[in-house]
């Protein structure tokens, strides 16, 4: 009714008020979540999650507000933030002599249509010292279907200059065949959706097939949503070794990830 609409007009409005004061104030936090070697359990590296913690409102997962910020573009701004946390943690990490992994960072579609993000990147991985295949990006699936042009030109760019490229949320939208036939990702990372219904025998033919077809081109793959015992050994029966999901570790603070590389160093 028109209640609920002022309500989530007002819920939006307080987000986009209060974004850039939330980063200011270190309100906005970046997680990881390990991805693992199925094979050997072993960290092989991780992905940057952001997460909100409002001092009124507890804990806001992305899902509450990364959606209202791509529509009003703040995205941007909490993007970047999150991209220069894990720079400044790889960089001090190397520094320290400690042990590093890749880790992968979301990019949001909107920095194809807004800025130079590219540019920004390079800096980063300058100014910290890191070398850019330590930052694997991330683009979801969908993305891939608009602007195409715009973001091939983006993406060659930047992996001139080093970075890697994985596309997100493979299978959860639009086919993205053709894309993997004319372009260049060095990865795709398939969608919790399609592994959900793993016990289903037309899903099984449909993932051995994705998996050897993306073998086949060369592509790396990791399997997002790992949750079952099940689902990590017919990915592994099927050639794929690569997983990020509950079963083996959920999204933690940066610190506690650094921690638990030490640990597997030992
Ligand atoms: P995503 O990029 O597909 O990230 C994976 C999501 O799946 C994460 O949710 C992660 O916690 C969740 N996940 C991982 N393993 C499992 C599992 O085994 N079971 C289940 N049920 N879930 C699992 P999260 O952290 O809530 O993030 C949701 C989405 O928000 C992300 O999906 C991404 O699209 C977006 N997002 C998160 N951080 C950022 C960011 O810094 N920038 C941008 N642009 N988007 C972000
Ligand atoms: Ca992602
Ligand atoms: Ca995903």
Redesign the pocket.
């Known amino acids: 009714g028109k209640r609920d609409h002022s309500t989530v007009m007002h819920a939006c409005k307080k987000i986009e008020n209060e974004i850039l004061g939330a980063i200011e104030s270190d309100y906005i936090k970046t997680?990881v979540?390990p991805k693992v070697d199925m094979r050997s359990g072993k960290i092989v590296g991780g992905?940057?999650?952001?997460?909100w913690l409002h001092p009124a409102d507890g804990f806001i997962?992305?899902?509450k507000f990364?959606p209202v910020l791509?529509k009003s573009g703040y995205?941007l701004d909490?993007?970047k933030h999150?991209w220069k946390s894990i720079c400044m943690f790889l960089g001090s990490r190397k520094e320290n002599n400690k042990p590093i992994v890749p880790i992968s960072?979301?990019?949001?579609r909107m920095h194809v249509y807004h800025g130079t993000f590219t540019k920004y990147l390079c800096r980063l991985v300058e100014k910290f010292n890191i070398s850019p295949e330590y930052i694997p990006l991330?683009v979801?699936e969908s993305a891939f279907t608009e602007k195409e042009w715009d973001l091939y030109k983006k993406m060659h760019y930047l992996q001139r200059k080093g970075f890697r490229v994985s596309m997100?949320?493979f299978g959860s939208g639009y086919s993205s065949l053709n894309m993997l036939k004319d372009e260049n990702v060095d990865e795709v990372?398939i969608?919790?959706k399609f592994i959900d219904t793993i016990n289903d025998n037309n899903s099984r033919i449909v993932i051995r097939h994705v998996i050897s077809m993306l073998r086949e081109l060369g592509i790396d793959i990791i399997v997002?949503?790992?949750?079952t015992k099940e689902q990590a050994d017919f990915l592994m029966e099927n050639g794929c070794f690569y997983a990020?999901?509950?079963?083996y570790y959920?999204?933690m603070p940066i610190d506690e990830f650094g921690e638990l590389l030490e640990k597997q160093q030992k």
């Open positions: 997680y979540q992905e940057a999650l952001v997460r997962y992305p899902d990364i791509e995205i909490v993007d999150i960072v979301n990019v949001s991330e979801t997100d949320d990372k969608d919790k997002e949503g790992v949750e990020q999901g509950y079963l959920k999204p």
